[in-house]
């Protein structure tokens, strides 16, 4: 088995060839690396690219917080340096996780929180030192949300209680983002908090800025891919945000047109939608014709549809919504959808899913799509997309939930080439070839089913 060695060992020794054999930070890296390796070590653990000071031999991640720890304890006063020294350690974090690790364990976290306790202490706000500490509390905990601890939460708390502030806010925010990323006790702890109180306020008519921030973090609440935890409460946090906040959400879809905050904003309702009392409260509060109103104005953008198609499909968990969205005339716009974005797999695939869910055991629903004549579009989205394979399930699934109540329309769909459409998609995408069968034997195609399963009984069952 290989040795390995610290990064303490590694970075004495670089520190060694820069002080004692004045060598270039690069020609000391190179010669430790060719050192250690031709002793059998094996360096795989090693941060090999860390930026070294030229005098000193140190590291400019541990010689930056060092420096940070210094200035805290002397109680300086020379502001600029701070800032400057904050600049450094912020832009050493962005450059891989590795060095944000090895910030983390010489104590980045704990002072840059220390700097936060005492700047929000003084009688004057200094919201630079303040938004300069939180870009950098913000590049250490990407991707490392266990530095994310009590005494942090007890200052994001604070920062959002802070008035006309936005960028301080703004940062906040995406503080607690990177907070929430694959850590359950993280989202449970701050759930408990009054964070939701603190977060409606900023759900704001005229800041584009701080909703798309806003809405990201309520959709971080109710994530669930913490490994670590066997169940976490995701379904519980997403009750608990959409009883407070969904009214609200649904209020600001009228007030702009900016398509990265309605695309943010429907997302997060449809992250929300949880329950079918949820459904049924954006249903009564409008939220039907705003979305429709929303896609009539935006045909064109990719992102947006997508988004209130998926919030569509969630929305027609609950039958009564999912009646109310096709009586409301949903059908003509999906239509104009899939002729506007006829090659986009991203588009056409959501419209089907979407198709797919509002026709599912409902005949009228059925009718309703088929009488806008969207068979014809619906074959030619497939034509398009021949390699695409959840367009080709989706399309299938969609045909299969129109015509199985309607065999009415069996005829028309085969007088538009779907049934060698559908037969070319099971030969090139196998995996979903269960779902193409259905389509066709639905359609009253020839279809050859295999048994999946043939055994003899050792003992004849009894008549």
């Given at each position: 088995?290989a040795k390995?060695?610290s990064?303490?060992?590694?970075d004495?020794?670089v ?8 060598m270039s930070?690069s020609?000391?890296k190179?010669e430790?690396?060719?050192q250690f390796e031709?002793?059998?070590?094996n360096?795989a ?5 860390l930026?070294?000071?030229?005098e000193t031999?140190e590291?400019?991640?541990?010689e930056t917080?060092?420096k ?8 300086s006063?020379?502001t600029q340096?701070?800032l400057?020294l904050?600049t450094?350690?912020d832009?050493?974090?962005q ?14 976290h ?5 700097l ?5 202490a003084e009688d004057?706000l200094d919201?630079t ?6 870009q ?17 939460l007890?200052?994001?708390l ?7 502030q936005l960028?301080v ?8 983002q990177?907070?929430c ?6 989202r449970?702890n701050?759930?408990?908090t009054?964070?939701?109180?603190l977060?409606k306020?900023l759900?704001?008519?005229d ?20 490994i670590r935890?066997?169940?976490g409460c ?9 009883n407070?906040l969904?009214?609200?959400l649904?209020?600001?879809l009228?007030e702009?047109?900016d398509?990265?905050?309605?695309s ?6 449809g992250?929300?939608?949880v329950?079918?009392e949820l459904c ?5 509060a409008?939220g039907?014709k705003l979305?429709f109103?929303?896609m009539?104005d935006n ?10 198609l998926k919030?569509?499909r ?6 009564a ?5 096709v009586q409301q005339?949903v059908?003509?716009?999906i ?9 986009n797999?991203n ?8 198709i797919t ?6 005949k009228?629903?059925s ?9 014809e ?6 034509r398009?997309?021949?390699k ?8 299938a699934w ?7 109540r ?10 538009f ?9 099971m030969?090139e995408h196998?995996s979903v ?9 639905d ?11 043939t055994?003899?009984a050792?003992?004849k069952?009894a008549a």
């Open positions: 088995m390995m060695i990064q303490d060992t590694f004495d020794v520190k060694e060839n820069v002080v004692d054999f004045s930070p020609e000391a190179e430790t690396i060719k031709a002793q059998g070590i360096l653990n090693i941060i090999k690219d930026a070294i000071n030229a031999g590291p400019i991640i541990n917080v060092d940070i720890k210094a200035h805290i304890s002397q109680k006063k020379d340096q701070l400057e904050i450094v350690l832009l050493e974090c450059k891989s996780l590795a060095h944000r690790v090895l910030a983390g364990k010489n104590g980045a704990d002072v840059l929180i220390t936060l306790e005492q700047t929000l004057t919201t030192l303040i938004s300069k500490s939180l950098a509390a913000n590049s250490l905990t990407q991707k490392q949300p266990d530095l994310f601890d009590a005494e942090a007890s200052i994001v604070k920062l959002l209680e802070l008035k006309d960028d806010i703004c940062l906040t925010l995406q503080w607690l990177k907070a990323v694959m850590h359950e006790t993280n449970q701050i759930m408990s009054n964070v939701i109180k977060i306020p759900l704001l008519k800041s584009p800025r701080m909703v798309r921030e806003a809405t990201a973090v309520l959709r971080y609440l109710v994530l669930d891919d913490d935890v066997e169940f995701a379904h519980e946090h997403a009750r608990q945000i959409a407070e969904l009214l609200q649904v209020e600001l009228p702009y047109t398509v990265n905050v309605l943010d904003v429907l997302l997060t309702i992250t929300l939608a329950r079918q049924t409260l954006i249903d009564d409008g039907l979305i109103a929303i009539k045909l064109k953008e990719e992102r947006l549809n997508r988004e209130a919030l569509l969630a929305l027609a968990g609950h039958d919504v999912k009646a109310h969205i005339g059908a003509p716009i239509k104009e959808m899939l002729e506007t974005h006829q090659s797999e588009i056409v695939s959501a419209a089907l899913a979407c869910t509002l026709t599912l055991r409902v009228e629903h009718a309703a799509f088929f009488e806008t004549g969207i068979a579009v619906i074959v030619e989205a497939l398009s997309n021949p695409h394979k959840y367009v080709q399930r989706n399309g969609a045909i299969r939930n129109m015509v199985s309607s065999r009415d329309q069996c005829d028309t769909w085969l007088s080439g779907v049934e060698d459409l559908l037969n070319e998609a030969a196998p070839a269960q779902d193409i069968k259905a389509a066709l034997r359609l009253g195609c020839k279809v050859q089913l295999r048994e999946e399963w055994g003899t050792e003992k069952i």
